[in-house]
């Protein structure tokens, strides 16, 4: 049987951090895959997860079980973080199932799509996240995509995104990064939201919504401006979420899908679907991340530990931003760089060919996606002039 199989290459990001790991230079720098790094290159546990955990520990008392939809206080949690005080939560339209990480949920967010009509088409955005071609099709959708990112611009094809979206119909799914755009760092502005959501609404697609860095843009409230907006105007949506990134939580896996309807009878039906689906890949998830966040934000304490813990991280990234930018023009760089400091979140493209990227990593040990898509939490004080000499080499 395994006779039948061929080798397939490995996965573009994940495979960057293996050959970074080996790596022998100490000057190597990892630009690579999507994690925060502090000034010294590491990826703390926050102080609000470690009080989280002590707590659970010692206040866990079984490991029985916990069903396909992880802990209800997780999801409810969840629900108030992602919505604020939004109408669908009185409405009692949102159901939410803890997932596996934000991956998990868009995989469970896809099954359930595929439910609701095998073979559905998906609308991607050009570029998008490296994985979720290769997951959507596994789970049997037909991908697609609209134009959103312009190279040479630096900026977003809005007009050409909404005029491919005009043709989308009322059978399709339309996917959208909530924030902080994962590679391009060109997010939606809210006249822009506004203008999607009146095109959603109008045609009938429904929007399937990724938002794996809440926080990381502007803030918690601001980044879940497009999400909140579509979630008060279209009968029905999808929303994955993620808490690898702006908790920290990476390895324990917690995300989760949530899916609105248009009244309590049909999201109730559309809710055992989504339980069913679980049941069918995992049964259930992981309960020990869920426990971390739902502690956290259940506590004003904790919460608000949280909150100034992922103000930092976000501070730093944006202040990375500047900090390449300045030290290219320090190294005489002429081209213009300034771009990457009016994106958002933890990514942004260099920009260059990838065969310059290829030589960053073969002779300056310098780790980015081939696309040139730069993790900004990879840069620090410490390196900064040597990535900007090597980038100025190479250019
Ligand atoms: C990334 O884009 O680097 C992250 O989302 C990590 C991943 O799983 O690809």
Redesign the pocket.
């Known amino acids: 049987m395994f006779g039948n199989l061929s080798a397939l290459p490995a996965?573009p990001?994940?495979g960057l951090l293996a050959k970074y790991r080996v790596d022998q230079n100490p000057n190597k720098i990892d630009l690579?895959?999507?994690?925060y790094k502090n000034e010294a290159g590491h990826t703390a546990i926050l102080d609000c997860v470690k009080t989280a955990e002590k707590f659970r520990l010692e206040t866990e008392d079984t490991k029985v079980y916990i069903g396909p939809a992880g802990s209800a206080s997780y999801n409810d949690e969840m629900g108030k973080l992602v919505f604020g005080e939004h109408e669908i939560l009185s409405q009692n339209r949102v159901r939410t199932v803890s997932t596996p990480g934000?991956?998990g949920a868009l995989r469970v967010a896809a099954e359930f799509l595929r439910s609701c009509k095998p073979g559905a088409t998906i609308w991607v955005s050009d570029p998008t996240?490296?994985?979720h071609t290769g997951l959507f099709k596994a789970a049997g959708l037909t991908v697609k995509t609209y134009p959103y990112y312009d190279y040479e611009n630096k900026s977003l094809k809005f007009d050409e995104m909404l005029a491919t979206l005009s043709n989308v119909g009322k059978d399709d799914v339309v996917l959208f990064h909530a924030c902080c755009h994962?590679?391009s760092g060109m997010d939606l502005n809210q006249v822009q939201w506004q203008k999607i959501v009146a095109l959603a609404v109008e045609n009938g697609f429904t929007p399937l919504i990724d938002m794996?860095y809440q926080g990381f843009g502007d803030g918690l409230d601001e980044d879940a401006y497009g999400v909140r907006l579509m979630a008060a105007n279209v009968d029905e949506m999808v929303l994955c979420t993620s808490c690898?990134k702006n908790f920290g939580l990476y390895r324990e896996r917690i995300g989760a899908t949530t899916i609105i309807g248009k009244d309590v009878a049909t999201t109730d039906i559309a809710y055992s679907v989504l339980l069913s689906v679980v049941r069918c890949i995992y049964s259930m998830p992981p309960a020990h991340g869920a426990a971390i966040v739902e502690t956290i934000l259940s506590s004003d304490e904790l919460r608000q530990q949280w909150h100034e813990e992922l103000a930092q991280m976000r501070n730093r990234i944006n202040g990375n931003r500047q900090l390449l930018v300045d030290n290219l023009k320090a190294q005489g760089v002429e081209r213009d760089f300034n771009f990457i400091t009016s994106q958002k979140g933890m990514?942004s493209f260099l920009g260059i060919t990838p065969e310059q990227v290829q030589q960053l990593q073969d002779e300056y040990s310098i780790y980015m996606v081939g696309s040139s898509r730069m993790?900004i939490a990879g840069i620090a004080n410490s390196n900064v002039e040597y990535l900007a000499q090597s980038i100025s080499k190479v250019l």
């Open positions: 996965d990001i994940l690579g895959v999507g994690v934000g991956t996240w490296a994985n994962n590679p794996a690898s990514f993790s």
